[in-house]
């Protein structure tokens, strides 16, 4: 019989709806339950494309022995990390500082106060390696809260005071500068792996944040290290196992230093800053396998993420059937030399697996190989070679598919629009521009309130019932501003602004300007969660700064640029000593420093000569440069206010900080003037 978990709209919650575990959702009534019972609260936290989160699923909340214990002695709470990102970071801040390390599945045992006392992630079914199963950990706790409680009760109540004292020091009220930005350069070069690309070692994950900041460095100062560390690490993921060679995307990470083993699941989040870091590339050095990479990267969101609404879902798992009813880690993507000849034959077999690097021994687990591209050098036969991948995907079609977390996320969701329309743009594909226009369409259709207050998930065009976060509000507004310059709709810079003004009012602190990632009026957790660092996506912190500064450069909106100034303090205080962590952060201080510059481009939408000059401001490298585009007595976006023909001809205009270039008429003149 389903348990309450049933009538959520969260994949992963639902994954756990028939669980014999008599789980809750995140709620009032869990804890008052607790209360009632005099029970502590079992808090497990995942997300649906999670391989450990199934396993310790099918292991232990599967088994009615299990939640036998549990329904007798916890309420047990089950949340969904990507729906309750504030939860999640609440608790697993408390687990980082108590264990020393995070991650998911995150295990949490609370007081009906929600105060946490006991923590883990991952438990076995029976004790392994040192760590004690499950239900030895159960039993302890249950005897300590049993015989133990004022004992319970004094580290639940500490672990709260130090979590409040964590606040973060601000750092600097001063934006960064030229040294701080050299000194993040500095720190990343240290940081380099210059054998295989990318930063540190294994596991290696997508450095695109960092990316970006290196492409804007270079196209600001020059720094051709900058540039030669962001178009190498960009090389060597592309022609690695982390990117899947027939089908276009990225895995979310490698599990060695040299890209060749992902760990197999697909985000809707990697996808979509990748694509864009890669078309960014193409844009600084017409790379044509940037160019290639944005292009499917593109392609295969859109064909295996959209959603029947148009919004894009989170995530593919990693797990599928392997054919023999065993769901195994990336069962989809892997081939052995045999499987390549029953698809090809043996001649274009061989020629396959030289190319792919598909070998006897195997790259991944039992024989068989993650594909890549080793060959650097060397000449394949385009065509067959095209004619082998078809038909190898193809092949892979027939597979059991894994799974899809259907689940609409907004700064997801705003991260994919900025990138399908500045990619669709970029090469030509008004199909991709489209995708982006549905997308954010979605947003504004059922994630958006009559306040414009956002929602953060959806699921089949059903809106969640959690509040949207700061990097929700940060991120789709980034992709309305993205659209306004590709399309020159002055409505979405119209939302992007209702979106930024809900970030002045709810989620910053009136005195220090210092951001939080929950508004003033959300839900009270044991403290309000804070935190200006990148990870897998730009914090909310440094995405609301990006998005702050573009829309102050279209609008000339004080208040919006001062915000952006006062957020960017902390990546003078971080920048220099963790670049790799506040690389958006680091990106969008390359913008305040370059201006921003606002290229205005006026003349008859269907003028050619409107076109190209539009087409020459995107492709600008200046960085964070926004662009306007409409008729000279438009009215659709700011920038084009009092902006007239000159000579009856489409003009650019080019201002920063205060002052214009004379308008120019001459794609040529406009190009020089935006860095290319």
Known sequence: MPNRLAHETSPYLLQHADNPVDWWPWSAEAFEEARKSGKPVLLSVGYSSCHWCHVMAHESFEDQETA????????????????????????????QAATGQGGWPMTVFLTPDAEPF?????????????????????????????????????????????????????????????????????????????????????????????????????????????????????????????????????????????????????????NALLCRVYAHLWRSTGSDLARRVALETADFMVRELRTNEGGF??????????GSGRHVEGAYYVWTPAQL?????????????????????????????????????????????????????????????PGRDDKVVAAWNGLAVAALAETGAYFDRPDLIEAALGAADLLVRLHLDEHARLARTSKDG??????GVLEDYADVSEGFLALASVTGEGVWLEFAGFLLDHVLVQFTDEESGT??????????????????????????????????????AQTGAEPHRAAAERALGVVKALGPRAPRFIGWGLATAEALLDGPREVAVVGPVDDPATKELHRAALLATAPGAVVAVGAPDSDELPLL??????????TAYVCRNFTCDAPTTDVDRLREALGR
Not at 68 to 95: G, I, Q, T, W
Not at 313 to 322: E, M, N, Q, R, W
């Open 341 to 401: 000849v029953e698809v090809l034959g043996e001649q274009d077999a061989e020629l396959a697996a030289d190319y792919f690097g598909v070998t006897e021994e195997g790259t991944f687990e039992e024989g068989a190989s993650v594909l890549q591209l080793p060959q650097s050098e060397g000449v394949f036969d385009a065509e067959r070679i095209a004619s082998i991948r078809a038909r190898l995907l193809e092949a892979r079609g027939e597979r059991p598919a």
């Open 462 to 467: 059903r809106v969640g019932a959690n509040a």
């Open 68 to 95: 036998d214990f549990l329904n007798a002695h916890f309420v047990s709470v089950k949340v969904d990390r990507e729906e309750r990102p504030d939860v999640d970071a609440v608790y697993m801040e408390a687990v």
């Open 641 to 650: 206010a009092e902006r007239l023909l000159v000579s009856g001809e489409p």
């Open 313 to 322: 879902a989170s995530a593919l798992d990693a797990d599928s059937d392997d």
């Open 515 to 552: 951001l939080y990632d929950t508004a003033a009026d959300a839900e009270k957790l044991i403290r309000r969660p804070q935190d200006p660092t990148d990870n897998a996506t730009p914090s909310g912190w440094s995405a609301a700064a990006g998005a702050l500064l573009s829309y102050a």
């Open 118 to 270: 006991y923590f883990g992630t991952y438990f076995p079914p029976a004790p392994r390696q040192g760590s004690p199963s499950f239900r030895q950990v159960l039993e302890g706790v249950r005897s300590a809260w049993t015989d133990r409680r004022d004992e319970v009760a004094e580290v639940a109540e500490k672990i709260v005071r130090d979590l409040a004292g964590r606040e973060i020091a601000f750092g600097d009220t001063e934006v960064p500068g030229e040294e701080d930005l050299a000194g993040a350069l500095l720190g990343l070069t240290r940081d380099y792996d210059a054998g295989h690309g990318g930063f540190g070692g294994a596991p290696k994950f997508p450095p695109s944040m960092a990316i970006e900041f290196l492409l804007r460095h270079h196209a600001r100062t020059g720094s051709e290290g900058a540039l030669q560390m962001a178009a190498d690490t960009c090389e060597r993921m592309a022609r690695g196992g982390i990117y899947d060679q027939l089908g276009g995307g990225f895995a979310r990470y490698s599990v060695d230093r040299e890209w060749v083993v992902p760990h197999f699941e697909k985000m809707l989040y990697d």
